[in-house]
RNA sequence: UGACCCGUGGUGUAAUUGGCAACACGUCUGAUUUUGGUUCAGAAGAGUCCAGGUUCGAGCCCUGGCGGGUCAACCA
């Protein structure tokens, strides 16, 4: 059943697991029955599909609850980000269709109460001064199985915390010479627990706050209080993060001063077949020039899945359609392919264009002659009306719908079989010609009048139905086919190999092609179908003297005969 | 060989307080079609990682295995 996908009528589905957790929440009146979430993202790269996943579940939550959802930069790196990145996140998410409203934070924001915190912590005698370097502390961290050992700086006073701590704020130690611990305990079968490293100093300025601070805190000790100072009550993270939670927890308790306190629950991170969703991958394949950039149609950035073609609620449900668990899941990147699909199906405007054209030459059809075909825009949807389209005696078919010794079950053009073409004529080929090398040049038709769509004969049968432009109205269009960027189903599970091993070269197919004149009317990011070709886009590169199409995707291929 | 998490058709998810394993994608038939698309009708495909246990009855509960994942960044 395809027939409640819409926005207004979301597939019936049973609530998952964190909806049932919430549910539960509000049903015991925990925090007052309130529901808010946020999105965390550090501002060091472009939001990618995975990120949508999260994206969805975070605002998505809220929006069923009736509750809220921030946007909060993840920013305690200043080494790493950038307001570039800033911009480019708080678009993509709005693409996608969702608002934040006036609930835009930034972990800087809190970088005044979390110094106080961790003021706190040291006056407790939870939090000490460590001189030593991140070799020395890494070998008494102990291993997984075998525990750690103390600081020798672990006995320091409070007050000598304090001073110190202040100076490293000042300036006055170098990066790396002296870090702020969380005075947990060492033996703890949690290595996170092994008193981690809750501040640094770093001198690299902050994109918003300047020199304003030397040291930083730690993701571990930013997150949960963040959470904590904006009133979040359900913080979903990615499975990763399942072993921080003891750590995000024992924070939060000595933070919070009233009953409420927020929670974090883990659910599976994205993967998909045939993708490569690491920053770090995606950075390199940018770097390394193997793409164009991080719109690139190829890229699974929602900036260039915007760009290939992609549409927000397509993206929006195939998330919907994958759920979440917490089962280590790789997806079938063909339920994404179906989405887009389904959803341009609805969408997309049916146009003519030739990616591999061959000339039709209708014999008995008066040279000079141009009549103007009425053609439906979308069979799915009649409102969208329709539109009419040059016909003439030379036009170009596809190169592979004529086969001069076709197979039995192929019904397009051949020696004296007949077609129709889409909205015109049936044609009967009579004749065709070769070059030197054998390759077919031309084709000879003749065309019956009566068969003319609309007219007396228009409901004769015939087996196969070619779409095709006019030789002398078609523009000539740059249409760019995109494949697989990898080659491996899972090109980030091999042992001694690494994606980059993987990559497809045949990923970007660039041809010349014919579109019927109506195309010129497009604007930047119209989609289409090409009839029997699939789904297109115009690239925001096109110009009107020089028109460039995407290929979303390709149509569903039921024909075994290949093309 | 520590802690935590996970294990249902090829893939991803479902399965009210234990009650004949459901849905989507994919695959395969057939019908319709001026798109080999769409739409429609139907089929095949798992007995729920394994072994015990509790129970009238277990995918759901218990025990023990096996398999997979995460964690030893002054990243997030």
Not at 130 to 140: G, K, L
Request: aromatic content about 10%.
């Amino acid at each position: 059943m395809m027939t409640d996908h819409s926005e207004d009528t979301p597939r019936k589905k049973g609530p998952n697991f964190i909806e049932a957790i919430v549910e539960e929440d509000i049903r015991t009146g925990r925090d007052s029955g309130r529901v808010h979430t946020r999105f965390p993202p550090e501002p060091n790269g472009y939001l990618h599909i995975g990120h949508a996943k999260a994206i969805c579940l975070d605002f998505g939550i809220a929006k069923k609850y009736g509750g809220k959802c921030n946007l909060r930069f993840d920013d305690t790196n200043p080494s790493k980000e950038d307001v570039e990145y800033v911009d480019s996140i708080k678009e993509d998410i709005r693409w996608l269709g969702f608002d934040w409203e006036d609930r835009e934070y930034y972990a800087s924001d809190y970088f005044g109460q979390l110094f106080a915190f961790a003021e706190e912590l040291i006056r407790k005698g939870l939090a000490y001064v460590d001189d030593q370097s991140s070799e020395e502390m890494a070998a008494q961290k102990g291993s997984p199985t075998v525990a750690g050992t103390e600081s020798p700086y672990r006995k320091r006073t409070p007050e000598e915390n304090l001073d110190l701590f202040h100076r490293m704020n000042a300036g006055e130690f170098p990066e790396g010479s002296r870090v702020l611990r969380a005075r947990i305990d060492m033996a703890s079968p949690n290595m996170h627990m092994r008193d981690p490293v809750i501040y640094r100093i770093l001198f690299h300025p902050h994109h918003r706050t300047g020199e304003a601070w030397k040291v930083y805190p730690m993701y571990d000790f930013a997150h949960g209080q963040s959470d904590y100072f904006e009133g979040v009550t359900h913080s979903l993270c990615t499975l990763e993060f399942e072993v921080h939670r003891p750590l995000y927890d024992w924070l939060v308790e000595h933070l919070k001063e009233d009953s409420y306190r927020p929670r974090q629950t883990e659910f599976n991170r994205l993967n998909l077949t045939y993708t490569v969703l690491s920053k770090r991958l995606l950075l390199a394949l940018v770097k390394e020039g193997k793409v164009k950039g991080w719109d690139d149609p190829r890229m699974p950035t929602l900036t260039g899945l915007r760009r290939r073609g992609y549409t927000p609620e397509s993206i929006r449900n195939f998330n919907d359609s994958i759920g979440y668990t917490k089962v280590m899941a790789t997806n079938d990147v063909g339920l994404l392919e179906f989405a887009v699909r389904e959803d341009l199906n609805k969408r997309a405007p049916r146009v003519m264009a030739v990616l591999d054209p061959l000339k039709v030459i209708i014999t008995n059809y008066p040279e000079g002659k141009v009549e103007d075909m009425e053609t439906i825009n979308n069979p799915e949807d009649e409102s969208m009306g329709s539109r009419t389209i040059p016909f003439t005696r030379e036009v170009y078919i596809e190169r592979g719908d004529f086969m001069e010794d076709p197979p039995k079950k192929y019904f397009r053009l051949g020696p004296g079989r007949e077609v129709r073409l889409k909205s015109a004529y049936i044609i009967q080929c009579e004749d065709y010609k070769k070059d030197e090398t054998g390759k077919v040049t031309e084709v000879y038709c003749t065309y019956d009048e009566a068969t003319r769509s609309g007219g007396s004969q228009a409901d004769r049968k015939v087996k196969g139905t070619l779409h095709w432009v006019s030789a002398t109205h078609a523009l000539e269009a740059e249409v760019r086919l995109y494949d697989r960027l990898f080659s491996d189903p899972e090109p980030g599970g091999h042992k001694d190999k690494t994606p980059m091993d993987f990559l497809n070269p045949d990923s970007l197919t660039v041809v010349k092609a014919y579109v019927e004149p109506s195309l010129k009317q497009a604007n930047p990011l119209d989609h289409f179908q090409f009839q029997r070709l699939g789904y297109f886009n115009l690239d925001p590169d096109s110009r009107p003297d020089q028109l460039v199409f995407n290929r979303t995707v390709t149509l569903r291929d039921t024909w075994g005969g290949g093309n």
